[in-house]
C-alpha cells in the first residue's frame, strides 16, 4: 500500500492540474467571446452611425441644406442611432430551441444557456460549469463528424437536449432563500442537489467525448507504429 502512495499522490496531483488548465480555458473562452461580442456590437454602431450621417449628408446635398431644426435633429440622432446599433442583440445560437437542435448545434446552443444561466446557479458551481464548457468545446468539433443517429450523439442530444436543461431550470425556479437552508428528505439541499447534478453532466459529457475520440485513438496508435516499422530502423 505503502509503495502506491507516490502514485496515487502524483495522479492526484495531474488530476487537479488538469482541472486548473480546464477552468482556465473555459474562463479564456468566455472572455473572448465577450470581447468578439463588443467588437461585433461597436462595428455595428459605428456602421450605423456612419449611414446616418451619408443619409444626412445627400439629404442635406440634394434639399440645399439641412435647415437648423433638422441639424439640431441630426445632432440627436446621430449617436442615438449609434448606440441602436450597440444594443441589438448579436446573432447566435438561440438558446430557446435547446429542446428542437440536433445533437451537433446543441454544445454551442448549451454553452449559451448556461451563459445566461450561471448567475441564477450557485457559486460553487463554477468549477462544474466551466469544466462542462470545456467539454462542450470538444464536443462541438466531435459531433460535427458524426451522423446524428450515432448512438453516442443521441445520448448527447438526450442530456443536452431535455435532462440538463430540465435540471437547470427545476432549480431556478425555486425561491432563492429556499435553495440553501431547505433540507430535502435526502439530506441535500437544493443547492447541493444541482451541483452534484451538474457534476454527473461533466462526467458523461467527458466519457461521451472519450468514446467519440476512441476511433482517432486506435487509428493514431496504428499511425504511429507504422511509422516506426517503417521508418525507425534507418535511425
Known amino acids: 500500500m505503502a509503495s502506491g502512495a507516490p502514485f496515487d499522490e502524483t495522479d492526484a496531483r495531474r488530476r487537479r492540474l488538469a482541472r486548473g488548465e480546464a477552468m482556465q480555458m473555459a474562463r479564456s473562452r468566455r472572455w473572448e467571446k465577450r470581447k468578439a461580442n463588443m467588437a461585433t456590437r461597436v462595428t455595428r454602431g459605428m456602421v450605423t452611425f456612419g449611414a446616418m450621417l451619408a443619409a444626412l449628408t445627400v ?71 466551466d469544466g462542462i464548457a470545456v467539454q462542450l468545446a470538444a464536443l462541438e468539433k466531435q459531433l460535427a463528424r458524426v451522423p446524428a443517429d450515432h448512438p453516442v450523439a443521441q445520448d448527447i442530444g438526450r442530456l443536452l437536449g431535455s435532462h440538463l436543461p430540465e435540471l437547470v431550470d427545476r432549480y431556478t425556479r425555486i425561491p432563492p432563500l429556499q435553495r440553501t437552508g431547505l433540507v430535502e428528505h435526502d439530506g441535500r439541499t437544493p443547492e447541493t442537489t444541482v451541483i452534484d447534478g451538474l457534476k454527473a453532466v461533466e462526467t458523461e459529457l467527458s466519457r461521451a467525448s472519450a468514446s467519440l ?7 493514431l496508435r496504428v499511425q504511429g507504429k507504422f511509422l516506426e516499422a517503417r521508418y525507425g530502423e534507418r535511425q
Open 59 to 129: 439629404y442635406g446635398w440634394v434639399s440645399g441644406g439641412l435647415g437648423v431644426g433638422l441639424f439640431l435633429l441630426a445632432i440627436l440622432l446621430l449617436p442615438m442611432s449609434a448606440i441602436a446599433g450597440m444594443l441589438l442583440p448579436v446573432g447566435g445560437p438561440d438558446a430557446d430551441d435547446i429542446d428542437k437542435a440536433p445533437p451537433a448545434e446543441l454544445p454551442a446552443i448549451t454553452e449559451v444557456f448556461l451563459d445566461r444561466q450561471r448567475k441564477q446557479l450557485p457559486r460553487l458551481a463554477a468549477p462544474q460549469l
Open 213 to 219: 475520440a476512441e476511433g482517432d485513438r486506435d487509428g
